[in-house]
């Protein structure tokens, strides 16, 4: 397994898009389209250009998992696009873990103070997984930044490094 940071291969894009779509709309049908993700097709320029970046995990060159990192202003940055294949998650491989730890070090090594994300109320699994890595729940007011993202109802997070 390999984690790197996205590099333009429209192989490895059309393989994001199948994790995202599986992740979202599959597992957890949440029914979002993927015009209403059109950073996934601009990811050099959405993420990497603006000081923050995407990762994608690799299993036999096949795209397993992903995360990224987009910076709002010098000192808050959202967690997005976070997904794994089922498979990945917990015993042998820690994906989420890996990917988070990938995340989390970028963060600090480039001097973020906070980390904020969205995350739909109804993925439950997700809520304990950052609760369990230190984000606390915030209101809409607390978030204090704007940025896009398709709303189902979800839960924001803060995360102070």
């Not at 599959?26 to 995407?54: H, P, R, S, V």
């Not at 794994?84 to 873990?97: D, F, K, N, Q, V």
């Not at 989390?104 to 980390?115: C, G, L, P, Y």
């Not at 950052?130 to 940025?147: M, N, P, R």
Request: hydrophobic share 35%.
């Amino acid at each position: 397994m390999n984690i790197q940071s996205y590099q333009t291969d429209y192989h490895h894009l059309a393989e994001l898009v199948d994790l995202i779509n599986y992740c979202q709309n599959i597992e957890a049908n949440l029914g979002i389209k993927m015009a209403e993700q059109a950073d996934i097709f601009n990811i050099e320029n959405y993420y990497q250009k603006t000081g923050g970046n995407f990762w994608v995990a690799l299993d036999k060159n096949k795209v397993v998992g992903s995360i990224a990192l987009l910076p709002i202003d010098n000192r808050t940055a959202v967690l997005k696009k976070f997904f794994t294949y089922p498979s990945y998650r917990g015993e042998p491989h820690h994906l989420g873990a890996k990917l988070y730890a990938n995340l989390i070090t970028f963060a600090t090594d480039h001097h973020f103070e906070r980390i904020v994300l969205d995350t739909p109320e109804a993925e439950h699994r997700s809520h304990i997984f950052y609760e369990h890595h230190g984000f606390k729940q915030i209101t809409a007011k607390d978030l204090q930044v704007a940025y896009p993202y398709p709303d189902r109802h979800s839960r924001l997070y803060e995360l102070t490094l």
